[in-house]
């Protein structure tokens, strides 16, 4: 009979798959950005590297103890810490659905980053105007190119969170915005992390040279 020549595999059932696979949304997203940071994690890493070979090669030149302020680091290292701690708030007032709660620590984060910006960009100055430009030495120039990313990082940090309140204003915590304020706060506190690394190895222990 016709059937006979079967084999068992012929004959076993055949199970199709119609249900699509469902994923998180926006979980692709928050996957991508934690790779984004890591390939900084490596970037930073490499920076605080060549400080490691170069920090204490002043060349003849003013020494990392002549040059720091470490009063007014210090003052720039709450100013960022604090933007970390209002960022923190602005999102439990999103995850609240309270928006004009939201947009109100938004700013104060701004605040609080743009005047960490201000007092880096008067260190900068005051050691380019006293002839300690990165130029001047290995130990110089590691040091700027260190706390220059850093700074550019922040600053990167700062428009896409003028950004991310005005379409906030817009368009209300909507859930694509909301997946946005949360890598906005993944990198704000990373860029915390790195700046708490750069003051202690950078600032604290270079003063001691």
């Given at each position: 009979?016709?059937?006979?020549?079967?084999?068992?595999a012929?004959?076993?059932?055949?199970?199709?798959?119609t249900?699509?696979?469902?994923?998180?949304e926006?979980?692709?997203?928050?996957?991508?950005?934690w790779?984004?940071?890591?390939?900084?994690?490596?970037?930073?890493?490499?920076?605080?590297?060549?400080?490691?070979?170069?920090?204490?090669?002043?060349?003849?030149?003013?020494?990392?103890?002549?040059?720091?302020d470490?009063?007014?680091?210090?003052?720039?290292?709450?100013?960022?810490?604090?933007?970390?701690?209002?960022?923190?708030?602005?999102?439990?007032?999103?995850?609240?659905?309270?928006?004009?709660?939201?947009?109100?620590?938004?700013?104060?984060?701004?605040?609080?980053?743009?005047?960490?910006?201000?007092?880096?960009?008067f260190?900068?100055?005051?050691?380019?105007?006293?002839?300690?430009?990165?130029?001047?030495?290995?130990?110089?120039?590691?040091f700027?190119?260190?706390?220059?990313?850093?700074?550019l990082h922040?600053?990167?940090?700062?428009?896409?969170?003028?950004?991310?309140?005005?379409?906030?204003?817009?368009?209300?915590?909507?859930p694509?915005n909301?997946?946005?304020?949360e890598?906005?706060?993944?990198?704000?506190?990373?860029?915390?992390?790195?700046?708490?690394?750069?003051?202690t190895?950078?600032?604290?222990?270079?003063?001691?040279?």
């Amino acid at each position: 009979m016709a059937h006979s020549n079967l084999t068992a595999a012929d004959a076993a059932p055949v199970f199709w798959e119609t249900e699509p696979h469902h994923h998180a949304e926006g979980s692709s997203t928050m996957l991508g950005f934690w790779l984004y940071l890591m390939s900084d994690c490596l970037i930073f890493g490499i920076l605080f590297a060549s400080w490691g070979v170069y920090g204490r090669n002043f060349a003849g030149g003013p020494t990392s103890h002549e040059l720091f302020d470490l009063k007014l680091v210090a003052v720039n290292t709450a100013l960022l810490l604090l933007s970390s701690i209002t960022y923190g708030f602005a999102m439990i007032a999103v995850h609240a659905h309270r928006k004009a709660a939201a947009l109100r620590w938004l700013v104060v984060t701004l605040l609080f980053g743009l005047g960490f910006l201000g007092i880096e960009l008067f260190e900068f100055h005051h050691l380019i105007h006293e002839g300690a430009g990165p130029g001047r030495s290995a130990f110089l120039s590691s040091f700027f190119t260190l706390v220059g990313t850093h700074g550019l990082h922040v600053t990167f940090g700062s428009i896409w969170l003028v950004v991310l309140m005005v379409q906030v204003s817009a368009k209300g915590l909507i859930p694509a915005n909301v997946r946005r304020l949360e890598c906005l706060s993944l990198f704000w506190h990373f860029l915390d992390v790195v700046w708490i690394g750069v003051f202690t190895f950078v600032y604290l222990l270079g003063s001691m040279a």
